[in-house]
Every structure is written in C-alpha cells, then in structure tokens.
C-alpha cells in the first residue's frame, strides 16, 4: 500500500546573508523540525528546485514522544495509547526552494512533478492523497504566534502569491509564523528582509519548537488538530502544556 507523502515546504531566501532575516522564518522552521527527527536520517539533496530531504516520520506511543494533543489531556493521551493515531506512518518530502521568496511557485511544481504526487484539494478529508503544507512568515500575526489556514488568498506575500499561480489553486495548507508588522515609517521589504531583534532571537528557539511540534501534530493527526492548536494557542499556552503534560 502507497503511504501519502507530506510536501513540506519552507518559504525563504538562499544565503548566509538572509538567515535569521524575517522572510527566512520558513526555512529556519523546515531545518528545525528535520533536525529532531530520529527514526530515519534526513538525505538532503541539491535539486533544480532547491534542497530537498526525504524521511519518514513515524509516531510512537511511548511516554516521551507523545504530542501537543496527548500533552494537553490526560484522556486524548489514554486514547492515543490505546488506540495510536490517524496517520502513524508518513513519508514527507521537505524542500527549501533556491528560487528566491518571489519565484518560490516554480520550486514547489517541480517537486510536485518530479515525485508524481496527486494532492488532495480539501484539507478537512482525511484520505490517502498527498498534501502540499507551505510554512511562511506573516507581518499579521504577532511575533510568537503561529496561525494555520487549509487554504485561502495570499495576503500580499508573493512566496504564495506565485505557489498559488504556478498550481493554479489556492488549495493548500498554509502555517503562519508571526514576525509582526513593521514599526512606523519602516518600508514593509526592509521590514521582512531584516534580522529579528535581539528579544526575538531569544525566543526564536521556543517559535521553532512550537512550530515544529504542530507540524508533527499534522502529519499524524492531519489538519483539524492541528489547526486547533495553531489557531488557538500562544507561547505561553505551548510552555505551559509542556511543564503541565510532562509532570503528570
């Protein structure tokens, strides 16, 4: 049987000279979360389209490698051990585009052609189709917060705006990290194009934690759940369910 792939796609610059640089924040979550995946070792591989890493994720019902959900009721903890989750098992293609924010919609059909993948076109159904998910910054959300969409217009960000225009829907799940709007009288693109503040580099590490858990949740459990706990959730949620989940 065909195991669904998860097309994971980060939106951003490449260089040294852009990292650490708000419009960068999708990179910097897709290389964290491949960072603490254990099961299978992360093969990177430099691609027309940009680097591409491949590994399957799978989940597990031991103690410490329980999720948000688990951690965040005792009961779905119970159930999940009891009874495991939607998607146990998931192959996921992660990609970080070379093509530059602007041109990030030719990286992403490449990849899409290149492994043949037939994307669902409704993130609510639970099936055996592969999924696109794009991780991008947001000026509208607070740096902190993290939002996610099943699909919907671009916002005025051209990294969507082109994804959106080279598949030709819109139909594609979005996460939205947060890096604030600019401060009055900063043009929008020196805004996006600067590096975060001294404050908040040090809580980037907890936003990536954060956002890299969510995405786990959505990989094993699909939109829905995760949707809740982006959409619904802060820092200070995030950090107390952990403390929380962990002492029970």
Not at 54 to 74: A, C, G, P, Q, Y
Not at 183 to 193: E, M, N
Request: net charge positive.
């Amino acid at each position: 049987m065909r195991i669904p792939t998860r097309l994971i796609v980060g939106i951003g610059n490449i260089g040294k000279q852009f990292k650490y640089t708000r419009h960068n924040i999708g990179f910097e979550v897709i290389e964290h979360f491949a960072n603490r995946q254990r099961d299978e070792p992360i093969e990177w591989k430099e691609t027309n389209a940009g680097r591409v890493g491949s590994t399957s994720v799978r989940f597990s019902t031991r103690s410490n490698d329980l999720d948000l959900i688990d951690l965040s009721s005792k009961r779905r903890r119970e159930t999940t051990i009891k009874e495991g989750v939607p998607y146990p098992s998931m192959r996921c293609t992660m990609l970080l585009p070379s093509t530059f924010v602007n041109r990030s919609g030719s990286a992403v059909l490449q990849t899409i052609q290149r492994d043949r993948l037939k994307l669902r076109t409704n993130a609510m159904s639970m099936n055996g189709m592969d999924e696109l998910i794009v991780v991008t910054d947001d000026v509208n959300v607070p740096f902190g917060q993290i939002r996610m969409r099943p699909s919907g217009g671009h916002g005025g960000h051209n990294g969507l705006r082109d994804i959106t225009s080279r598949l030709g829907t819109n139909k594609y799940v979005r996460l939205r990290i947060g890096v604030g709007q600019a401060d009055s009288g900063v043009a929008l693109d020196k805004h996006v194009l600067g590096k975060f503040s001294s404050n908040e580099m040090k809580l980037l590490p907890s936003v990536l934690n954060f956002a890299s858990d969510v995405l786990s949740v959505y990989i094993h459990r699909g939109y829905n759940a995760a949707g809740t706990v982006a959409n619904s959730w802060d820092l200070d949620k995030y950090h107390s369910v952990l403390k929380e989940g962990k002492d029970c």
